[in-house]
């Protein structure tokens, strides 16, 4: 494992579905007295966190050895297809989601996350163009990407690459 990143749910997600399982276990509760008056909360909150947890939760890995792959959630692309990388950060990110966003690309967005990565994917029998995911530590993985990856052919252009 060359790289490994967990993308979890940010701290300010959590307060607003904790309480409103809270308040909907409460009108429950209002209307059921008596011995049932727990049961909603012992089952509306766990609930709640375990889908917090589950939708909140990605891996973004690059693996070594004599087939390394990038991994984002359970799609991996191998890294003798991968082109250009670039970063793109928060400035840029509306517009690189938005308007310059290709239907065709493969797009891992976690919006409190604010940096993603572009991979351009080289494999002429994939029809995604790229690869669009977001990730704390962009840099880091960009650069990775460009080290591990096959050597870019002549006529790639080395400004989309990020230098």
Not at 15 to 32: C, D
Not at 148 to 153: E, S
């Amino acid at each position: 494992m060359r790289f490994s990143e967990w993308l979890y749910l940010a701290w300010w997600g959590w307060p607003l579905p904790l309480v409103g399982a809270a308040l909907l276990a409460a009108e429950v509760h209002m209307g059921y007295p008596g011995v049932r008056a727990w049961l909603p909360y012992v089952i509306l909150l766990p609930l709640a966190v375990l889908l917090l947890l589950g939708l909140g939760r990605l891996k973004v890995r690059v693996t070594g050895g004599d087939g390394p792959e990038l991994w984002v959630g359970d799609a991996h692309l191998p890294l003798r297809h991968v082109g250009a990388v670039e970063v793109i950060g928060k400035d840029i990110r509306r517009k690189a989601l938005g308007p310059e966003l290709d239907p065709a690309a493969f797009v891992v967005n976690r919006s409190w996350i604010p940096t993603l990565v572009r991979v351009e994917v080289t494999d002429p029998d994939d029809p995604t163009p790229y690869w669009v995911f977001s990730t704390r530590h962009p840099e880091r993985i960009a650069a990775l990407l460009r080290d591990i990856r096959p050597p870019l052919p002549p006529d790639a252009t080395p400004a989309a690459d990020g230098g």
